[in-house]
């Protein structure tokens, strides 16, 4: 379970936020350009930290401001997949997968076999030897996938996975998506700006506004209050 | 009436069109000879080097001693100077590329401060720092009894104050051209900085760094003004290559001819090296 409750001076507003998240759950987090989505990602993932407050995974503390506890993003476990995937142009497909088994220093064999299961999985594999560079969006976003589920996080992050993907290939991976995090069996949060994502694949959403829940509550509830709000209606 | 005027209409666009296109003929000349001047002005030094040493000669100047004495400094010098300046900016251009700090502004100045300093004035101010006299070296010499000016050491350390923005001011750029979520996704799958650092950020900018290092070594190859300045012009010991060719100059014209040529060369290789370096950059994905 991901127990969120913190405040950052951003910028333009003060993000402050209390979330929890339970196994298996995700949660889609919609709201305007600059509400805040990715900065609350960058926070529990560690990339960033918080003024105050608390983040903690299965009661275990990530960042506790009272008890000056701040675990650096590299022992936190999270699976973060980024809105521009950032692969790593310079390694072939295989060594992006492999990246973070090699950082955690596991033998080259069971890197191998963890890496041709993935890479099967994902339908990667006969393209395992191209530059990241050289492979198609929707292979991208596999692999950027593959990346952050074979360190079998405790947490997922996705910023906006499907944004950079032409609307045929959406549905499709939109599909595979939900299969892999329900597989996976973590608490995930999603940041998306598309009310199909919202539909399809939360348990529930979460409405930021100017760093603030604006609305929480099933799917359903929050495309039916955004359906009459013009500005929600711009998510599309 | 409509066809009249559809008729005038046409006229006055071909009216327009032809002193439109005769200028821009002229202009194409006007910039073909500009460009066939500004080449003719750099080729015909270079053209003209060759023209005054005979192959024979150049060969032969370059069993003389003192040609050679000034090819070994000049390389073991320049090298010593590109791996200092590496070593000691590569870890400056990142943190000048990456963080913010107090005083930014004016150490990222300082670091350039050497590129329009003149060589000569570089070189004085080395002497009044770390001569014998100096406002460190007067430390050097009476504490450790270490005398710096008019040395071999001398000449590295007038090599490393000027070549070293052209080395970091490459690397800055390099380092700045690397996604910064490339390092937050090595971090959060498990790297430290340390091993993003080597793993990730410094694969992607090497081909930056290395022409970096490559202008650097040229511009310590060349370095004339800090050198004859703060080290002296002692053969095998502080006259380089572009000293030689000064100290030549006045008697014999063959060897610094030779030597020119060698430097001419070397600079001609380089600058195509830069070029091919710079021009592969790894797409974003």
């Given at each position: ?44 993932a560690g990339l960033d930290t918080p003024d105050e407050g608390r983040i ?23 699976g973060y997949v980024f809105q521009s995937y950032a692969l790593f142009p ?147 | ?275 091919i370096l710079t021009r592969k950059v790894y797409k974003r994905c």
């Amino acid at each position: 379970m991901l127990e969120v409750d913190i405040k950052k001076r951003l910028r333009d507003f003060d993000l402050r936020l209390k979330l929890d998240i339970d196994r298996g759950k995700t949660l889609m987090l919609v709201g305007d350009n600059g509400c805040g989505k990715t900065s609350l990602l960058n926070l529990v993932a560690g990339l960033d930290t918080p003024d105050e407050g608390r983040i903690a995974l299965d009661g275990l503390a990530l960042f506790d401001s009272e008890k000056k506890i701040n675990i650096p993003p590299e022992a936190r476990g999270i699976g973060y997949v980024f809105q521009s995937y950032a692969l790593f142009p310079h390694m072939s497909v295989y060594d992006n997968v492999a990246f973070g088994l090699r950082t955690r220093k596991m033998p080259a064999d069971e890197i191998d076999v963890l890496v041709k299961e993935h890479l099967d999985r994902a339908g990667l594999w006969d393209v395992r030897k191209a530059k990241a560079a050289d492979v198609s969006g929707g292979q991208k976003q596999r692999i950027a996938l593959a990346r952050a589920l074979i360190i079998e996080p405790r947490l997922l992050l996705l910023d906006e996975p499907l944004s950079a993907l032409d609307v045929r290939k959406q549905a499709k991976m939109r599909r595979e998506l939900k299969e892999s995090i329900r597989a996976c069996g973590v608490p995930c949060i999603i940041v998306t700006h598309d009310l199909r994502d919202v539909v399809s694949m939360g348990d529930f959403a979460c409405l930021l506004e100017m760093g603030k829940v604006a609305l929480m509550g099933c799917a359903e509830e929050v495309i039916a209050w955004g359906s009459g709000q013009d500005d929600v209606g711009d998510l599309h | 009436m409509s066809g009249d005027s559809n008729q005038e209409h046409k006229c006055i666009g071909r009216a327009a069109a032809i002193p439109s296109r005769s200028r821009e003929i002229a202009l194409k000349v006007c910039l073909g000879l500009l460009l066939t001047l500004a080449m003719a002005f750099i080729a015909l030094p270079v053209i003209a080097l060759f023209f005054r040493s005979p192959l024979d000669t150049i060969l032969e100047t370059l069993r003389d001693p003192v040609v050679i004495d000034a090819l070994r400094l000049s390389l073991m010098t320049s090298t010593i100077t590109t791996f200092t300046v590496v070593i000691m900016g590569t870890p400056i251009a990142y943190v000048s590329a990456r963080f913010n700090y107090w005083g930014k502004e004016l150490a990222d100045s300082l670091i350039d401060l050497p590129v329009i300093m003149p060589p000569a004035v570089a070189g004085i101010a080395l002497l009044v720092a770390f001569g014998r006299m100096g406002l460190v070296g007067h430390y050097l010499n009476t504490t450790f009894g270490i005398s710096i000016a008019f040395t071999t050491l001398a000449v590295i350390i007038a090599q490393v104050f000027v070549s070293s923005p052209f080395y970091i001011r490459q690397a800055r750029t390099s380092f700045e051209d690397v996604d910064l979520s490339l390092e937050n996704a090595a971090r959060t799958l498990g790297a430290t900085r340390v091993y993003t650092f080597f793993h990730v950020i410094l694969p992607i900018a090497m081909n930056g760094l290395i022409s970096g290092a490559i202008m650097a070594f040229a511009r310590s190859l060349g370095e004339f003004g800090a050198t004859i300045m703060f080290a002296g012009n002692f053969q095998g010991r502080t006259q380089t290559m572009p000293l030689a060719i000064y100290t030549a100059m006045q008697g014999d014209l063959d060897v610094s001819l030779c030597l020119s040529i060698i430097l001419v060369a070397f600079s001609f290789v380089v600058i195509v090296l830069v070029k091919i370096l710079t021009r592969k950059v790894y797409k974003r994905c």
